[in-house]
T-cell receptor, first 115, second 112 residues
Framework: EPEVTQTPSHQVTQMGQEVILRCVPI?????FYWYRQILGQKVEFLVS????????KSEIFDDQFSVERPDGSNFTLKIRSTKLEDSAMYFC?????????????FGPGTRLLVL | DQQVKQNSPSLSVQEGRISILNCDYT??????FLWYKKYPAEGPTFLIS?????DKNEDGRFTVFLNKSAKHLSLHIVPSQPGDSAVYFC???????????FGQGTRLTINP
């Protein structure tokens, strides 16, 4: 069964450093998403991406975040200057279409720890 | 953001019995609802969904009920199995929107 994959599974970084989280969505999916879950809190939407453009973003997704689809298979989330409060589990998801009765399928997550 | 609430942080059920997980929402613009299951160190796994034009959807042991007037949905698992022990998240999406809004999750434990 096709699945979303994410690398790395864990990342430890120093505050102020840049990190890039990588995702390979399901191959025939066209819409891509990033969510995060801070320990003990809800899963929160960050951004959605379609046709090489951001299609929706939350207030969390400020100028320190960016997303990119550098090639036909990868989808990345970059955090330019990490803060302590960026420590969280980051989930990538993908879907075939955007809305209607369409399910978003999630990857296993990257646990980011900012020291 | 309390638009989707799961008021029970945990639930314990005997194997073979019915598990009922509840979810309430406040935003009347939500028109699609999903349940995800999550094991530790894994991502949310899709279980079942329901559109706001329906009041029930079944898939094997899983049934989701939607009560629009009460802004309430529930997930029934019957019979419950030990492998069902996980955290269950309710999520909702507004019409025309892309983002899913999640509840806090309910930890379900199935006892042998």
């Amino acid at each position: 069964e096709p699945e979303v994959t994410q690398t790395p599974s864990h990342q430890v970084t120093q505050m102020g450093q840049e990190v890039i989280l990588r995702c390979v969505p399901i191959s025939n999916h066209l819409y891509f998403y990033w969510y995060r879950q801070i320990l003990g809190q809800k899963v929160e939407f960050l951004v959605s991406f379609y046709n090489n453009e951001i299609s929706e973003k939350s207030e969390i997704f400020d100028d320190q975040f960016s997303v990119e689809r550098p090639d036909g298979s990868n989808f990345t989330l970059k955090i330019r200057s990490t803060k302590l409060e960026d420590s969280a589990m980051y989930f990538c998801a993908s879907s075939v279409v955007r809305t209607g009765e369409e399910t978003q399928y999630f990857g296993p997550g990257t646990r980011l720890l900012v020291l | 953001d309390q638009q989707v609430k799961q008021n029970s942080p945990s639930l314990s059920v005997q194997e073979g019995r019915i598990s009922i997980l509840n979810c309430d929402y406040t935003n009347s613009m939500f028109d699609y609802f999903l349940w995800y299951k999550k094991y530790p160190a894994e991502g949310p796994t899709f279980l079942i969904s329901i559109s706001s034009i329906k009041d029930k959807n079944e898939d094997g042991r899983f049934t989701v009920f939607l009560n629009k007037s009460a802004k309430h949905l529930s997930l029934h698992i019957v019979p419950s199995q030990p492998g069902d022990s996980a955290v269950y998240f309710c999520a909702a999406r507004g019409k025309g929107a892309q983002k899913l809004v999640f509840g806090q999750g309910t930890r379900l434990t199935i006892n042998p």
